[in-house]
């Protein structure tokens, strides 16, 4: 079964450090994977998305996520992280028919 | 601010009652997704529409339903109340129905349901 893993389910950075969020799939084909942000009291946002080409996808906010097939990974990076960034991130796989399977998420901190 | 709206924002009510959660899709949007968001099962499928017609299902329980009305809209059903069902329950939109070639749902804001 297609399945996502974030295995860090806290993370604190100081404000202006480099971020890296895990993120290991397990699915048969060629996935279609993205990451989105809730702030809280809010719903979810597209942060970004990766489809095919080019393994290193820009997204919104300055972040960035690399493609590992090899790794089955999903990672995603921003190099200065912003007090505004604290927020909880999900990856999630993309199925047929625009279902998405989230994974668990990773709650951000941000020390000032 | 995604477009799409949801009804109530918050929502207490007792056990073996049953409510209705409103969700409109953003304009243009055919599909409308039911989530459910509970500290124990993090965020799960429920179900998809896709222009009034049920198009995919998942982790949805018998005592839930769902429907999509011709102005697009949706409701989503959930009686016999229990406990477990207190979550955020997220509907989401997209234009089409078939592939994740556009992959991008946009999310409404949540409806906050408390069971007691």
């Not at chain 1, 974030?6 to 895990?22: C, F, K, M, N, Y």
């Not at chain 1, 996935?31 to 290193?56: A, H, M, N």
């Not at chain 2, 007792?14 to 969700?23: F, H, I, P, S, Y």
């Amino acid at each position: 079964a297609q399945s996502v893993t974030q295995p860090d389910i806290h993370i604190t950075v100081s404000e202006g450090a480099s971020l890296e969020l895990r993120c290991n799939y397990s699915y048969g084909a060629t996935p279609y994977l993205f990451w989105y942000v809730q702030s809280p009291g809010q719903g979810l946002q597209l942060l970004l998305k990766y489809f095919s080409g080019d393994t290193l996808v820009q997204g919104i906010k300055g972040f960035e996520a690399e493609f590992k097939r090899s790794q089955s990974s999903f990672n995603l990076r921003k190099p200065s992280v912003h007090w505004s960034d604290a927020a909880e991130y999900f990856c999630a796989v993309g199925l047929y028919g625009n279902k998405l399977v989230f994974g668990a998420g990773t709650i951000l901190r941000v020390k000032s | 601010d995604s477009g799409v709206t949801q009804t109530p924002k918050h929502l207490i009510t007792a056990t073996g009652q049953r409510v209705t959660l409103r969700c409109s899709p953003r304009s243009g949007d055919l599909s409308v997704y039911w989530y459910q968001q509970s500290l124990d099962q993090g965020l799960q499928f429920l179900i998809q529409y896709y222009n009034g017609e049920e198009r995919a299902k998942g982790n949805i329980l018998e005592r839930f339903s769902a429907q999509q009305f011709p102005d697009l809209h949706s409701e989503l059903n959930l009686s016999s109340l229990e406990l477990g069902d207190s979550a955020l329950y997220f509907c989401a939109s997209s234009v089409g129905d078939r592939g994740v070639g556009t992959g991008e749902l946009f999310f409404g804001e949540g409806s906050r349901l408390t069971v007691l």
